[in-house]
């Protein structure tokens, strides 16, 4: 059973910059489709960017193209989101995830989820 762990939230000023992990246990991230989304009070949970196997390449929803990068290291079993430029409508729980589907952009792909990592921007 995949189990992923999410770590690197925090308080940052507009403008910084923070890096989130996401580290698996109990199988390796190899063969999956690693996620980020977020949700923030009151909201749905959205889809940030993806990561796919095999050099497949990310993709990003508008809000975190240019800003945000994700990458992956399958030998540590982690992947990481690499958050630049941050806003005040950033703030959010982030959450990794991983899927057994290409290139999947939607909560309903993804089978295996972490607890949330909290991400506030203060002015």
């Known amino acids: 059973q995949l189990q992923l762990r999410e770590s690197g939230g925090g308080t940052v000023q507009v403008g910084g910059s923070l890096r989130l992990s996401c580290t698996a246990s109990?199988?390796?991230?190899?063969?999956?489709?690693m996620g980020w989304f977020r949700q923030a009070p009151g909201e749905e949970r959205t889809f940030v960017g993806n990561?796919?196997?095999?050099?497949?390449?990310?993709d990003y929803a508008d809000s975190a193209k240019g800003r945000f990068a994700i990458s992956r290291d399958d030998a540590k079993n982690t992947v990481y989101l690499q958050m630049n430029n941050l806003k005040l409508e950033d703030t959010a729980v982030y959450f990794c995830?991983?899927?057994?589907?290409?290139?999947?952009?939607?909560?309903?792909?993804?089978?295996?989820w972490g607890q949330g990592t909290q991400v506030t921007v203060a002015s």
């Open positions: 995830a991983a899927s057994s589907y290409f290139q999947a952009d939607a909560v309903a792909w993804y089978k295996y």
């Open positions: 109990g199988s390796t991230l190899g063969s999956y489709t």
């Open positions: 990561i796919n196997w095999g050099g497949g390449g990310a």
